[in-house]
């Protein structure tokens, strides 16, 4: 455990009041946050820990207990090999971890997360090109923590056969004039629409690639558990709102603001929510509420049930065993 300083968590609690009511994603909770951030500091609610690591989840714990929001978090900065100190980030490790036929025609690929590396995307590539005659392609989300947009776009590119309207995302026009935006400002399948005076809105489109395969007109079934999370739940939802794909399993976890991590003080960062990802027709994101399955199952279950929707007599264990 890293040793509690006093003075560096009061120090932190500070910088996290004055960057939610800076950044958050709603402006008014934002300003909410941060005065009962500041109402706890006074009352020395943060004055003793037995660690770092206790004094961060309890921060976080009351951030959540007071407004739901199942990314905005303190957490602890290690320092490296170096002395240098690291902060968290987007998962860069996890990607596919497994990938196969499961039986003729149905093809299976189970992601961890969306790490957008180069060699994740050749991994996504190289399935694409191998399955592409599938009939039946099986997307696993069940533990699938969030990330970023370039793996999905893959794969959309090949399963949607017109262009395609997703879902549509809001952040706060100042933060994105201060810090950037989390995707290229330039990136085509980011459409700039109207939006409210203080937020800059964007479409997530689809193009379908220049030269299809036969996954166009595959049937696509997206496995979803209590923590399929954040990026994850976007791709969940831009395959129900399309009706592109069955979701199989259990409502997500209910994480639809996205953000990055800023440092807090000294030995802190947390991650600031600065934007939200929701439904275009209805307005509305998951976060707290999770995406709801279009096949309610047990998270255990959601492989079997969707083998057995493509009339594929073996279970799911059996099946995955094949590509182990």
Same mark, same amino acid.
């Given at each position: 455990?890293?040793?509690?300083?006093?003075?560096?968590?009061?120090?932190?609690?500070?910088?996290?009041? @004055?960057?939610?009511?800076?950044?958050?994603?709603?402006?008014?909770?934002?300003?909410?946050?941060? @005065?009962?951030?500041?109402?706890?500091?006074?009352?020395?609610?943060?004055?003793? %820990?037995?660690?770092?690591?206790?004094?961060?989840?309890?921060?976080?714990?009351?951030?959540?207990?007071?407004?739901?929001?199942?990314?905005?978090?303190?957490?602890?900065?290690?320092?490296?090999?170096?002395?240098?100190?690291?902060?968290?980030?987007?998962?860069?490790?996890?990607?596919?971890?497994? @990938?196969?036929?499961?039986?003729?025609?149905?093809?299976?690929?189970?992601?961890?997360?969306?790490?957008?590396?180069?060699?994740?995307?050749?991994?996504?590539?190289?399935?694409?090109?191998?399955?592409?005659?599938?009939?039946?392609?099986?997307?696993?989300?069940?533990?699938?923590?969030?990330?970023?947009?370039?793996?999905?776009?893959?794969?959309?590119?090949?399963?949607?056969?017109?262009?395609?309207?997703?879902?549509?995302?809001?952040?706060?026009?100042?933060?994105?004039?201060?810090?950037?935006?989390?995707?290229?400002?330039?990136?085509?399948?980011?459409?700039?629409?109207?939006?409210?005076?203080?937020?800059?809105?964007?479409?997530?489109?689809?193009?379908?690639?220049?030269?299809?395969?036969?996954?166009?007109?595959?049937?696509?079934?997206?496995?979803?558990?209590?923590?399929? %999370?954040?990026?994850?739940?976007?791709?969940?939802?831009?395959?129900?709102?399309?009706?592109?794909?069955?979701?199989?399993?259990?409502?997500?976890?209910?994480? @639809?603001?996205?953000?990055?991590?800023?440092?807090?003080?000294?030995?802190?960062?947390?991650?600031?929510?600065?934007?939200?990802? %929701?439904?275009?027709?209805?307005?509305?994101?998951?976060?707290?509420?999770?995406?709801?399955?279009?096949?309610?199952?047990?998270?255990?279950?959601?492989?079997?049930?969707?083998?057995?929707?493509?009339?594929?007599?073996?279970?799911?264990?059996?099946?995955?065993?094949?590509?182990?």
């Amino acid at each position: 455990p890293v040793p509690f300083v006093k003075g560096e968590a009061e120090a932190a609690v500070r910088d996290l009041a @004055a960057a939610v009511e800076e950044n958050y994603v709603f402006p008014d909770t934002g300003k909410k946050y941060a @005065a009962f951030l500041r109402a706890n500091l006074a009352a020395g609610k943060y004055a003793s %820990f037995a660690s770092a690591e206790a004094f961060s989840r309890q921060v976080t714990e009351d951030l959540r207990a007071f407004h739901k929001d199942g990314h905005l978090r303190l957490e602890v900065v290690r320092p490296d090999a170096s002395g240098d100190q690291q902060m968290s980030g987007p998962p860069t490790g996890n990607d596919v971890t497994r @990938a196969g036929w499961l039986a003729a025609g149905v093809a299976y690929i189970d992601f961890d997360g969306f790490p957008g590396n180069e060699a994740t995307l050749a991994k996504v590539r190289d399935f694409l090109d191998v399955h592409k005659d599938a009939k039946t392609l099986i997307i696993d989300a069940r533990h699938n923590g969030g990330g970023g947009l370039a793996e999905m776009n893959l794969i959309f590119a090949q399963i949607f056969a017109s262009p395609t309207t997703l879902v549509a995302m809001d952040i706060r026009t100042a933060v994105e004039e201060k810090h950037g935006a989390p995707f290229p400002s330039d990136d085509p399948l980011m459409r700039k629409i109207k939006g409210p005076d203080t937020i800059n809105r964007r479409e997530h489109l689809v193009m379908p690639a220049a030269q299809q395969s036969g996954l166009k007109d595959a049937k696509v079934y997206l496995l979803t558990s209590k923590r399929t %999370f954040s990026a994850a739940e976007h791709l969940s939802l831009s395959l129900k709102r399309t009706h592109r794909a069955t979701l199989i399993g259990e409502a997500t976890g209910g994480g @639809a603001h996205f953000g990055g991590m800023a440092p807090m003080g000294k030995g802190y960062a947390a991650f600031i929510p600065v934007g939200r990802t %929701f439904d275009p027709d209805t307005g509305e994101s998951w976060e707290g509420t999770g995406i709801q399955p279009d096949v309610a199952v047990p998270a255990d279950k959601a492989l079997d049930e969707a083998l057995r929707l493509a009339g594929v007599a073996k279970g799911g264990e059996d099946a995955l065993a094949s590509i182990e």
